[in-house]
């Protein structure tokens, strides 16, 4: 690894001209050195951007460095056009191979005759967040990246003083709220936060999370990130909220750190998050055995990024493309088309085509089906918790009202879905004790996801295809559609039963294959493991979780205080409803707590 320091571009002290095509430079590193001091001579600033590498042994093979505005994923950038790529000879040296000088922005020219330049005195900021000798050029693996050997926050030093002083109110309110923050050197770094809600509902509904940083699309006030799960009516629930200081692998790091640690050591099955490559290091680190799948918008960004002249001009691949995509049922099936896209459509060389396909299974339908999302689409995401009372926009001023009330909203939908699926019934529509069975145990939400998938198996039919042992497989199709069509395999000895399709795994109710094949073996009551306790009424009561999980005994007292209080609020809410609930209620409470009293 080779780090160019301040030192070394101190001594870039000369005339500097104009780069061109043909332009030829002994490395990579000379080549960024004169474009940094082109660009501070012309009144602009550089990043380093995209690189290409060898098919042969990954070696890099070219390099851009583009404006500093180039793009949108920062508040000062404005899709800048301005670049400079090199290309590597055979003889070891780079050249200039494609250059763009126009931006589409002013830049502050200088008036010096000279065209002379010391790189260290222009005060060179990138992004508005670090000066040159606090930035080191990095060589690792043939790549170049600027590295801050002091890591800044991003956050406006005001914001740490108010949420500051909220997190201590709602501590003095709620024993069971937890907040962390991040210092290095004296500063105020990354902010973590969780209600005993919050932490609560993890327990219930944490194993899959949504890593929310909708603030990334575009310009920001605050990089306010969220942690979501989705709840027992399929509502999203707030399982944490963050500030995040730098979009650096250490900042991603430490608030993943802080959840877990939040959440008294657990760890999701599985994480919906962004695919750059500081989020992807953070997961594996934090969550080693979560299966991250990259972030819908993201994914369609990047398609437009790279594909959006072959998608919009040429319908023929748009659909094989798709197809590819959302249609291949197998692995087989999947490398097969990919293979014939990129030999019918010359992309095997591709550097996107090839990051892709190395990462199929964070974002390929196929291979995130096995896994349990809690149904979240693979071609869509999970609604906005804080939908438009709190964005990236939102004011320090107005932050935490925004915030409460979003909360306070969010938690009253929620409750009303909790009355209706205990006061209300769903209407059966067949005579099979499996659709009681379900509307009995599921919120009424799940029981009409599960009651369409009933209802269609009986437009399907089975047929046996072979048996060994115990068990038998199946072949499900739709009556008049041969083309859809999914195997079920079933075990007589246990009553386990598994769909090719993967509806169980990745959202936790039985397809309609599986319930016609359970149809045909006159199966009249589902065994209970095929009615997970996450989707049932009383999801959110009864034993928490993780309580063997090895978080301390204070932070699973402050839970249980929270769940016993919220229970206890309704309880106060229906018996204070009339006189003779309040005498009802009164005598029940007694009689709890007597019975509490003979308890050891």
Sequence with gaps: ???????????????????????????????????YAYASNMGFRIRIGQLFRSKHDGSITSRRFVCSKEGHQHPSRVGCGAYMRIQRQ??????????????????????????????????????????????????????????????ESNINGDWYSVLLEYFQSRQAEDTGFFYGVEMREGKGMNMFWADARSRFSCTQFGDAIVFDTTYRRGSYLVP???????????????????????????????????????MSGHRPVSIIADQDRPIQNAIAQVFPATHHRFSTWQILAKEQENLGALLSMDA?????????????????????????????????????????????KSWIPLHIKGTFFAGIPVDGGLKSYFSTLLTAQTPLNEFVARYEKALEQRREEEKKEDFNSFNLQAVLHTKDPIEEQCRRLYTITMFKVFQKELLECYSYVGIKINVEGAISRYLVQKCGNGDERN?????????????????????????????????????????????????????????????????????FKALMLWSLREEAQNYIEAGAASLERYKLAFEI?????????WQN
């Design 224 to 262: 306010f990130a969220s942690f979501l799960g989705v709840n027992h009516h399929r509502q999203p629930v707030l399982l944490g909220c963050a500030l995040v200081a730098d979009e650096s692998e250490a900042s991603f790091t430490w608030i993943f750190q802080a959840w877990v640690r939040a």
């Design 1 to 35: 690894m080779k780090r160019l320091k301040k030192e070394e571009m101190d001594g870039m002290i000369g005339p500097i001209g104009e780069p061109y095509k043909g332009l030829e430079f002994n490395s990579a590193n000379e080549a960024y050195k004169f474009y």
């Design 90 to 151: 055979e003889s070891g040296r780079w050249v200039v191979d494609r250059l763009q000088k126009e931006h589409s922005h002013e830049v502050d020219a200088r008036a010096d005759n000279s065209r002379t330049v010391t790189v260290a005195s222009t005060g060179y900021r990138e992004e508005g967040s670090g000066v040159l000798e606090n930035l080191d050029l990095v060589e690792t693996n043939g790549g170049l990246s600027l590295v801050k050997r002091v890591r």
């Design 316 to 360: 023929e691949f748009k659909y094989e493309y798709e197809t590819c995509i959302f249609q291949s049922q197998t692995a087989s099936e999947f490398d097969s088309a990919w293979n014939m896209l990129m030999n019918k459509y010359n992309l095997r060389e591709n550097v996107w085509f090839k990051e892709m396909y190395r990462m199929r």
């Design 487 to 555: 195997t079920v395999a079933f075990n007589a000895s246990n009553l386990n039963i598994s769909c090719s399709c993967k509806m169980f795994e990745f959202e936790g109710v039985l397809c309609r294959h599986a319930l016609k094949v359970f149809q045909i073996m006159n199966i009249r009551e589902l065994p209970s493991r095929y009615i997970l306790h996450r989707w049932s009424k009383n999801a959110k009561y009864g034993i928490l979780r993780d309580a063997d999980s090895g978080g301390s005994g204070q932070d």
């Design 589 to 597: 409470m007694q009689e709890g707590r007597r019975n509490l009293c």
